[in-house]
T-cell receptor, first 112, second 116 residues
Framework: GGIITQTPKFLIGQEGQKLTLKCQQN?????MYWYRQDSGKGLRLIYY???????QKGDLSEGYDASREKKSSFSLTVTSAQKNEMAVFLC???????????FGPGTRLLVL | GDSVTQTEGPVTLSEGTSLTVNCSYE??????LFWYVQYPGEGPQLLFK?????EKGSSRGFEATYNKEATSFHLQKASVQESDSAVYYC???????????????FGKGTLLTVTP
C-alpha cells in the first residue's frame, strides 16, 4: 500500500499571487497527475508527468506551471491567482502502464 | 475527444431504496470504464473498473455492466445505506498512440445523499 500527501490542506491567497501546491507519494509510482475539481464540473486534468523531469499538458494547463524534480513528488504552481477563485486541486499517481489512479485528499484554494 | 455524461445530481434517496446512476460515454477507442467514489473531505477512490465489453464490475454492493453497443456503464445498487452518501464519478481510460493508458476522462459527478 501507499499514500499520497498533499500540502497545504487549505490555501488562501490574494489576487495576482503566485501559489504553489505540493504532492508526495510513496507508492513508487511512475506517473503523477494534477486535477482541478470545481463544483458541477467534475475533474479536469491540468498537468501530468510520466516520469521524473517529464511534463505533459492537460486540458486546463493555461495559468499553471508544474515541476517533477523527483519520482515521489510533483508540484503545481498557480502563476497568478484569480479573485474569487475557489476550487479543490487533486493530485493522483499510477503505475506507468496501468490506468488506475490513486488520489490524494486535495488542497482547497480560496482567492480573496 | 473522449467524453463521459452521467446523471446530474443531486440525488436524494431513503435508506433501503435502489439506486441507478446513468453513465454514457463517447470515444473512438476501446476504453476501460471506471466508477470512482469520493467521500467528504477525501480524494476519489476506485470503486471498480471493467476493461472488457459485456463484463460486469462490482464492489460493496454496487455493480455496473460495460455495454459497448449502448455505450453505457450505469451504476446500480439494490439497497443503499446512509454510508453510501458520496459523489460518484464515471470515467473512461482509452489507450493513447503509444498503447499505454495515461489519462482518465471523468464525468461531472453525481452527489448522492441517503437519508435514514
Amino acid at each position: 500500500g501507499g499514500i499520497i500527501t498533499q500540502t497545504p490542506k487549505f490555501l488562501i491567497g490574494q489576487e495576482g499571487q503566485k501559489l504553489t501546491l505540493k504532492c508526495q507519494q510513496n507508492f513508487n509510482h511512475d506517473t503523477m497527475y494534477w486535477y482541478r475539481q470545481d463544483s458541477g464540473k467534475g475533474l479536469r486534468l491540468i498537468y501530468y508527468s510520466i516520469t521524473e523531469n517529464d511534463l505533459q499538458k492537460g486540458d486546463l494547463s493555461e495559468g499553471y506551471d508544474a515541476s517533477r524534480e523527483k519520482k515521489s513528488s510533483f508540484s503545481l504552481t498557480v502563476t497568478s491567482a484569480q479573485k474569487n477563485e475557489m476550487a479543490v486541486f487533486l493530485c493522483a499517481s499510477s503505475i506507468w502502464d496501468q490506468d488506475t489512479q490513486y488520489f490524494g485528499p486535495g488542497t482547497r484554494l480560496l482567492v480573496l | 475527444g473522449d467524453s463521459v455524461t452521467q446523471t446530474e445530481g443531486p440525488v436524494t434517496l431513503s435508506e433501503g431504496t435502489s439506486l441507478t446512476v446513468n453513465c454514457s460515454y463517447e470515444t473512438k477507442q476501446y476504453p476501460t470504464l471506471f466508477w470512482y467514489v469520493q467521500y467528504p473531505g477525501e480524494g476519489p477512490q476506485l470503486l471498480f473498473k471493467v476493461p472488457k465489453a459485456n463484463e460486469k464490475g462490482s464492489s460493496r454492493g454496487f455493480e455496473a455492466t460495460y455495454n459497448k453497443e449502448a455505450t453505457s456503464f450505469h451504476l446500480q445498487k439494490a439497497s443503499v445505506q446512509e454510508s453510501d452518501s458520496a459523489v460518484y464519478y464515471c470515467a473512461l481510460s482509452a489507450p493513447n498512440s503509444g498503447g499505454s493508458n495515461y489519462k482518465l476522462t471523468f464525468g461531472k459527478g453525481t452527489l448522492l445523499t441517503v437519508t435514514p
